[in-house]
């Protein structure tokens, strides 16, 4: 394969010749095709990865385009699935990348199966709870991941190296309270991109590391001060006796915390989810939905306006997943999708 493309990046001398190598051999899972995911993701693969699997549960929506770097208004008037609008305008981006694009929600149940052949995992997502799984999964299989969060003009970025680094639990015991979610505080474009863009400039300083230790520094970044902060978790990874990197929880990953059914932050609306995934033919529902509202199917959704219930749209995915917009009362949801597919 040829680097001409990469020659910018190749002059970098702590990547060179022998680092682009390994960036184009190295095969990135991508939780969460949001708005970290999106610079992830484009960043990722303009810089010539091997592989880059994109997980995402959500379809692209209007509100989602103020910082949502991938995605168009085209992608929002289709109702198209994020991982599938991602893929597409990636593809154009660079054809030497493998792109792999995944609509689903991350779960105890398939993310092993996700990070299975991969050699490192990027969060892209919003919610803690999906954070926790993926320190679980990172754990169980030996690999590493880089952690972003982003609230308002703020974040931070940490590397987690099984057995290494610190981990998401050697930092927080439990699943913080929601106290304060994009929905409250809004969340800004350049602080996105910024957080987003340590996370590449990590997992790129770990494929391209050759025989240096990994990074072990949180960087915390308040963007509208302009400032940053390097905070060393070493210690804390010598002091925690971390219940899951030095003892082998692995609560998420067993199911056993964690809640499938959930508010969508700042979105207006519901994920309900089926306790066994099921293989829906869309096509055949739509037509049984036809006299009951208006209908939209796309080969990865089904877009639908029940007459009964103005003001509420059901997005219903495949595997029985749906997102439901215009609510945030997750009882009414759960009531609304037995209502239509029953239990
Ligand atoms: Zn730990």
Redesign the pocket.
């Known amino acids: 394969m040829s680097f001409d493309r990469y020659r910018k990046q190749t002059l970098f001398a702590p990547i060179g010749q022998a680092g682009q190598q390994a960036i184009a051999s190295t095969r990135v899972l991508l939780v969460g095709c949001g708005a970290l995911g999106s610079v992830i993701a484009e960043s990722l693969t303009r810089a010539g990865i091997g592989l880059l699997k994109i997980v995402d549960r959500d379809f692209v929506d209007l509100s989602n385009l103020q910082r949502q770097v991938l995605f168009d208004e085209a992608d929002v008037a289709a109702h198209r699935p994020k991982a599938i609008a991602a893929a597409e305008r990636l593809g154009r981006i660079n054809t030497q990348v493998q792109i792999q694009p995944h609509v689903a929600d991350v779960t105890p149940d398939n993310i092993l199966s996700l990070v299975h052949g991969c050699d490192l995992i990027l969060d892209g997502t919003d919610n803690f709870e999906t954070r926790f799984l993926i320190n679980d999964a990172a754990l169980e299989t030996n690999t590493p991941w880089v952690s972003g969060g982003v609230l308002g003009a703020s974040g931070q970025v940490f590397l987690v190296v099984p057995g290494q680094t610190?981990?998401?639990?050697?930092l927080l015991a439990e699943q913080p309270p929601q106290t304060e979610t994009c929905d409250t505080a809004g969340v800004l474009g350049p602080a996105v991109n910024i957080i987003a863009s340590l996370q590449v400039m990590k997992a790129l300083q770990w494929i391209c590391r050759g025989d240096a230790p990994p990074n072990t520094k949180m960087t915390v970044v308040d963007a509208w001060e302009g400032s940053f902060q390097q905070i060393d978790l070493k210690p804390l990874?010598d002091q925690?006796n971390?219940p899951?990197?030095?003892h082998g929880e692995r609560s998420w990953l067993r199911g056993e915390r964690g809640n499938r059914s959930l508010i969508l932050c700042g979105r207006n609306a519901v994920q309900i989810s089926p306790a066994e995934p099921s293989s829906l033919d869309l096509q055949a529902l739509a037509e049984t939905w036809e006299p009951l509202g208006e209908t939209r199917p796309n080969p990865f959704l089904l877009w639908f306006q029940p007459r009964d219930f103005p003001g509420l749209e059901i997005h219903l995915f495949r595997d029985g997943r749906a997102i439901i917009k215009g609510t945030e009362d997750l009882a009414h949801a759960k009531s609304i999708y037995a209502r239509y597919l029953g239990n």
């Not at 610190?166 to 050697?170: I, P, S, W």
């Open positions: 610190a981990c998401l639990r050697c990874k925690a971390c899951a990197c030095e």
